[in-house]
Structures are given as structure tokens and as C-alpha cells.
Nanobody
Framework: VQLQASGGGLVQAGGCLSL?????????????MGWFRQAPGKEREFVAA???????YSADSVKGRFTISRDNAKNTVYLQMNSLKPEDTATYYC?????????????????WGQGTQVTVSS
């Protein structure tokens, strides 16, 4: 399974961006899909995840601002990011947890995308 993430870019604080990720290969319904991010000099951290059954999980730092969704007909997972802050600047990664049903640690994820850069200017 290969994951292709897109939608990153440069935006001013308070702005919004939408990321998308489309797996190739595999059966989309077999995967819990997640978004992670890694800022320079920091460890990669969980952002949000969504199960096939549309159960959603998100980090406290993004609740109320970021929304994860999936379109199972299009085999695509999205991350809508609103009210962006400079501290949201990071490389964002899409990941897939095979047969995952609930939020779990990064080690649970079997496949990772190449990352897309999000930069929020102050």
C-alpha cells in the first residue's frame, strides 16, 4: 500500500488548509486512517484518526480546529485544518493501520506516506 498525501502549503495564521491522502493498493475499508505531524526538532505526534465506521479521534491541540473525514467511495481521507497557528507548522504524514478499529500508538500503523509540508506564518 502506498499513501499519497497532498494539500500542504504556506498560509497565514488564522487561515485554513485541506490535506488529502489516497492509498493505492489494498482495500480502503480495511484501514483505520491517521494523520501525524513532525515539526523541526520535535518527535512525530498524533493529529487525528478515523475508522472505517467513521469513529474519529483527535489530539487535544487540534480539537475544534481540525476535522478528519473520509470518503470511502473515493478511497480518500481528508484533514481540514482551520484557524491555523504558527505552532501547526510541520510535515504532515498520512498513515494506515491495517484492520485498526480505534486510535492507537504510531507503532500500530503499517503504512506511511511521504509527508506534505504545512507552514503557518505569523
Amino acid at each position: 500500500v502506498q499513501l499519497q498525501a497532498s494539500g500542504g502549503g504556506l498560509v497565514q495564521a488564522g487561515g485554513c488548509l485541506s490535506l488529502s491522502c489516497t492509498p493505492s493498493g489494498g482495500t480502503f475499508s480495511d484501514y483505520l486512517m491517521g494523520w501525524f505531524r513532525q515539526a523541526p526538532g520535535k518527535e512525530r505526534e498524533f493529529v487525528a484518526a478515523i475508522s472505517w465506521y467513521d469513529n474519529k479521534y483527535s489530539a487535544d491541540s487540534v480539537k475544534g480546529r481540525f476535522t478528519i473525514s473520509r470518503d470511502n467511495a473515493k478511497n480518500t481521507v481528508y484533514l481540514q485544518m482551520n484557524s491555523l497557528k504558527p505552532e501547526d507548522t510541520a510535515t504532515y504524514y498520512c498513515a494506515a493501520d491495517y484492520l485498526g478499529t480505534t486510535w492507537g500508538p504510531q507503532a500500530n500503523y503499517d503504512y506511511w506516506g511521504q509527508g506534505t509540508q504545512v507552514t503557518v506564518s505569523s
